[in-house]
């Protein structure tokens, strides 16, 4: 198959190894074509690239577009505000078929978070290939066309001249221009009791959830029942339980839906934050804590960190659609210990964006008992650049597990503007008191409920002492 004309392609940094496949793919057949950005995976704004490849489709550069971003969904919408464009996003031959056949689609969308390589190649092919010919349907396209011409006649000028390539001393300045015009951008939000006191930043030192109990719960209302609230170490007494502390976990290989079953209901019986289970059972698990309070955690890049960042996304991208919440992504550990700074941030940014595309919040996972001081505190920093919501010691599948001494020097290195979660080898009440004290936010156990058992005395003797201990820590 060759292209009846120019192709121009574009991408945002999600989509950017995509489209390097889709040019090799095409030059191989002979195509032309026109690629317009970006030209790295570093993070970008898929708008400008999306409006780039939109334009050129539009103004006659090119004969047909595809533009990739992580989902293929806000690149369409952008190429479709260009008069003359008929974006379509397809996930599948069928429904690139249909674009086309139906549509006359000049420009193809797609999600490169949800798409294999191979499957993205067939899409690309299909569109190229076919033609919109029955009459019915080309009457149709005409009339979507006329909208444009309504459109445009309703309009002595456009809001904007149209961007013909990829401006971006234009863009930026418009930019600035606006930040200029509203300095309120610039400014980081406050709660209302901390405007109320003029402050800049929060005095409360992130024990809002004490100091400002109101604001909290009214965020949290606004929010919704998936609403987290972080809280620093030492944020004295809060209405949360021990149990509210713990991701109730099960990983292991010998897992069966009998075990998987008990998890569930044991973290809607008590009340615990997550159940952390391997992805296969991420939507039983979904069904079964329908209702309750718990919400669902998997591992992506388990246990070994060692898959490609890429492979991680589609992991966590599948795994929201199923129901998970929160996602634990394994480091690059191999990377991190070779002092690749530059493949780390990049492996944790992609699936960050990933999780928080859907919703989710993300944990990284450094494995600390393989790890330097300075190795722990670099993986920390490369987290938190990444927006990340927790790091996380261990997965319980290494040489050893959560120490104090490791709780706190993360705590240190995120600046408390993290989560700490502490997993491994984690196995009383006592236990969880000690990393609380260092700073974890959060517990990871497969005896969570001993240790609750234990906080409220009903297992181990002198347990009522290790509960009120536990109470009053930090909140998450």
Not at 79 to 104: L, Q, S
Not at 146 to 154: F, G, I, P, Q, Y
Not at 208 to 232: K, M
Not at 336 to 341: E, H, W
Request: glycine share 10%; aromatic share 4%; charged share 20%.
């Amino acid at each position: 198959m060759a292209a009846a004309g120019r192709v121009v392609l574009a991408a945002d940094h999600g989509g950017f190894a995509l489209k390097e496949a889709i040019k090799r793919h095409l030059a191989s057949k002979g195509t032309d074509v026109l690629d317009v950005g970006t030209t790295s995976a570093d993070p970008c704004d898929y708008p400008v690239f999306a409006h780039a490849a939109a334009e050129a489709v539009a103004s006659g550069q090119a004969w047909r577009g595809i533009v990739i971003d992580g989902a293929g969904i806000g690149s369409s919408m952008v190429a479709n505000k260009v008069p003359g464009v008929r974006a379509g996003m397809a996930f599948d031959v069928t429904t690139a078929k249909n674009a086309r056949e139906h549509n006359d689609a000049n420009v193809l969308t797609l999600g490169a978070g949800y798409l294999a390589e191979d499957l993205a190649l067939q899409i690309v092919d299909v569109f190229l290939s076919t033609d919109c010919t029955v009459e019915r349907h080309r009457r149709r396209v005409a009339m979507i066309d006329a909208l444009d011409t309504e459109r445009n006649a309703s309009k002595s000028t456009r809001s904007s001249p149209p961007m013909t390539s990829p401006d971006f001393d234009s863009l930026v300045d418009r930019i600035t221009r606006i930040l200029a015009a509203n300095p309120s951008l610039l400014v980081p939000p406050t709660c209302a009791g901390c405007a109320a006191a003029g402050a800049p930043d929060c005095p409360a030192g992130g024990h809002c959830v004490t100091r400002c109990p109101e604001t909290v719960r009214s965020v949290i209302a606004c929010v919704g029942p998936g609403c987290r609230v972080s809280a620093a170490p030492g944020v004295g007494e809060v209405p949360k339980d021990l149990a509210r502390f713990i991701d109730h976990t099960l990983l292991r290989a010998d897992a069966t839906y009998s075990d998987i079953d008990n998890l569930c209901d044991e973290a809607a019986q008590f009340g615990f934050a997550s159940v952390c289970v391997n992805p296969i059972f991420v939507r039983r698990c979904a069904a079964r804590l329908a209702g309750s309070s718990s919400v669902v955690c998997t591992v992506v890049g388990f246990p070994l960190g060692a898959t490609p960042g890429e492979n991680k996304a589609l992991e966590a991208r599948r795994a929201i659609r199923d129901g998970a919440s929160e996602i634990d992504m394994v480091i690059s550990i191999g990377a991190l210990k070779s002092g690749d700074l530059q493949y780390v941030d990049k492996d944790i940014r992609t699936v960050a964006e990933a999780a928080h595309d859907g919703g989710a919040i993300l944990k990284v996972i450094l494995e600390t008992a393989l790890l330097t001081d300075d190795e722990k505190v670099a993986g920390c920093v490369a987290a938190r650049k990444a927006r990340a919501e927790f790091v996380k010691t261990s997965t319980g599948f290494s040489t050893g597990g959560a120490t104090a001494y490791d709780v706190e020097l993360m705590a240190q290195a995120v600046e408390r503007k993290l989560g700490v979660k502490a997993a491994g080898g984690i196995r009383s009440a006592e236990d969880a008191q000690r990393l609380i004290a260092a700073g974890a936010t959060r517990i990871g156990a497969s005896v969570g409920v001993k240790i609750v058992k234990e906080a409220r005395g009903a297992a181990a003797p002198g347990g009522g002492n290790a509960g009120e201990a536990l109470r009053g820590k930090a909140a998450y």
